[in-house]
């Protein structure tokens, strides 16, 4: 049964009842593993994210992934294939960025890490008589903003994530998956990684992933 919230619509005295919409079965597992992760934060932290190390070892959780990301797109396959990965250049005086084949083929470290970035989230866009209008939750709900990520380390320099977001607002659809590589050397300059490809999901595949996740941080559904 889809939860109902108590809401005010914005720049007006009227208030309503919406009813959330109906979450894909993938959603709703994203949602549990993210708050299993995110329970695990130490207390008074500050931090928008939290990380678990993995109880699967980094080949078992690269190979796993390599057979689910090879249904959903081969550019998302980096690891294991024998091949050096290029990262371009930091400027166009450097020479171009490059993990070699034997370093990315024997990833050293993998962890899962969950973002948590509901609090802001007091407002939504619904339809009011026909019209879309912003409202405001009146009842103390936050609508859930995560992203849960893989990550593993590649050598000392290197780390490659893939990821996927979810927004509460959106749990009635299928998502992507994202693979990003942070290098070291780009560091300095506050840059977030290289994404090398960003993929549609369908919804089962979504729910491998999450079910490789779910071995990783060994968490029973309940």
């Not at 949602?31 to 994210?49: C, G, H, M, Y």
């Not at 080949?59 to 290029?86: C, M």
């Amino acid at each position: 049964m889809t939860e109902v919230f108590k809401v005010k619509v914005c720049g007006t005295a009227e208030m309503l009842e919406i009813q959330d919409s109906e979450p894909l079965s993938s959603a709703s597992k994203y949602k549990q593993l993210s708050d299993f992760i995110w329970a695990q934060r130490p207390e008074n932290s500050q931090l928008s994210s939290h990380l678990v190390s993995s109880d699967l070892s980094p080949p078992e959780v690269r190979d796993t992934l390599n057979e689910i990301a090879g249904e959903v797109n081969e550019k998302l396959i980096i690891s294991g294939i024998g091949k050096a990965l290029y990262l371009g250049q930091i400027d166009r005086d450097s020479d171009p960025i490059a993990i070699n084949a034997e370093i990315i083929d024997n990833p050293v470290s993998v962890a899962v890490e969950t973002f948590n970035w509901d609090e802001g989230n007091v407002r939504r866009y619904t339809e009011v008589n026909g019209k879309k209008e912003v409202v405001e939750f009146t009842d103390g709900h936050r609508d859930y903003y995560r992203e849960l990520c893989i990550k593993l380390g590649l050598g000392r320099d290197a780390v490659a994530t893939y990821s996927i977001q979810r927004r509460q607002t959106y749990q009635s659809d299928t998502t992507e998956l994202f693979l990003n590589v942070w290098h070291k050397a780009f560091a300095e300059m506050d840059y977030a990684g290289h994404q090398i490809v960003d993929s549609d999901l369908t919804e089962q595949q979504e729910n491998r992933i999450l079910d490789l996740i779910q071995r990783m941080v060994n968490y029973e559904a309940s």
